[in-house]
DNA sequence: GCGGCTGATGTCAGTTGCTGTCATCACCAT
DNA sequence: ATGGTGATGACAGCAACTGACATCAGCCGC
């Protein structure tokens, strides 16, 4: 295994998803992720900033999409409806992918240190959303609420689809929106 | 300064805020902490699990009196309402120590790891408050669904409380969760 | 084809957060 | 006073993370 096999990135980010699958994320040392990559501890930590940023990579292309989503709906629609909107379409990414996700989530639950990473990273593209909104003409807090009361049908739909099994995650998150805006009316 | 001086927890808090405040929390050993408050580095860690815990004791009173304000809720109550009755409970709490309120957000606000921590702390709000959703009878994703909001209306607020001076935070609760239903509905 | 440049990797030493273990000491009940 | 109990100190050790410097593959101009 030479010095310069190709992707190292993505030899670390599958060597630890094996590992945190196998034995857990804290029985699993940065130094046994790198040595399974074939690679060395400080190589790992020049390509992640953290042991536990290895599990988000990737999370940045499922923000942008979500970014253009809004920003492309039709000048017309409501906030809340574009936020919807923005999240079918990263429904219908993740659905291509639904046992990685599964895998993916089940070691992020485990562990409170990563689902504390994660719900940064879902604070982050709240931020992004409330941004996109904004550029659409959106008032701060309005841009601010409806980005963040997506996040929080998201982050609910998800857990269901990954639970029961549903097939259609888009759809799920419709009607998860449907329902948010029945709770938000005082139903 | 003997080995048995009172309210050692409360000291290594005192001490861990100045220290945080003074020179950021990066910056701060948790030695220096424990030398402040005229302990041990091993002392610091029986009565805190972690170097960011200790910004964060406390947090189980708000807890219970979100919890205790959704229980005590009329029956009529619907989830939305009763939720954003426990956070104006919760805000007029939090009126009492602006100040405080004040510094220890700007703290949190200006490091990642404690920004994660806060948003745990807030997620298990959201979930104990779904749980005493349940307990009225509200509906499983309901329930999630009102907690959830209920918690992205208070961070805004919150925040929105702090910049601006606003002298009656619990009205600012009333009025965020107005814009709320507003924003659900489409407008 | 050769030498130098660049960027990715290796090596090593060091700091700090955090834990296990055992000794020590203040306080309290008897 | 005596022994038990709970909080603290002292010490050793692991693992996450960082800085500094050496090394090596591939590419570029010549």
Redesign the interface.
């Not at 329902?179 to 139903?187: C, F, Q, R, Y």
């Given at each position: 295994m030479g010095r310069w096999e190709p992707n190292a990135r993505g030899r670390l980010v599958q060597a630890a998803m094996e590992l945190y699958g196998e034995r857990g994320y804290e029985q699993t040392t940065v130094a046994e992720i790198a040595n399974r990559a074939g690679l060395t501890e400080r190589t790992f930590f020049r390509h992640f900033a953290d042991k536990r940023e290895v599990l988000f990579w990737g999370g940045g292309a499922l923000q942008e999409l979500l970014v253009s989503s809004v920003a492309e709906a039709p000048a017309s629609t409501?906030?809340?409806?574009a936020v919807a909107a923005a999240f079918e379409a990263a429904a219908a990414q993740l659905q291509e992918r639904r046992e990685h996700s599964r895998q993916r989530q089940a070691i992020i639950a485990a562990n409170?240190e990563l689902?504390?990473?994660e719900?940064?990273k879902l604070?982050s593209f709240a931020s992004a959303l409330a941004d996109a909104l904004r550029l659409r003409g959106v008032a701060d807090?309005?841009a601010?609420?409806?980005a963040?009361?997506g996040?929080?049908?998201f982050?609910?739909a998800f857990v269901?689809w990954l639970a029961t099994g549903q097939p259609d995650f888009p759809q799920l998150i419709r009607e998860?929106f449907d329902?948010?805006?029945?709770?938000?009316?005082?139903?």
């Open positions: 409501a906030p809340i409806d409170a689902r504390e990473r719900l940064i604070e807090t309005a601010s609420l409806a963040e009361a996040i929080a049908v982050k609910i269901h998860s329902e948010l805006k029945a709770v938000a009316a005082g139903k």
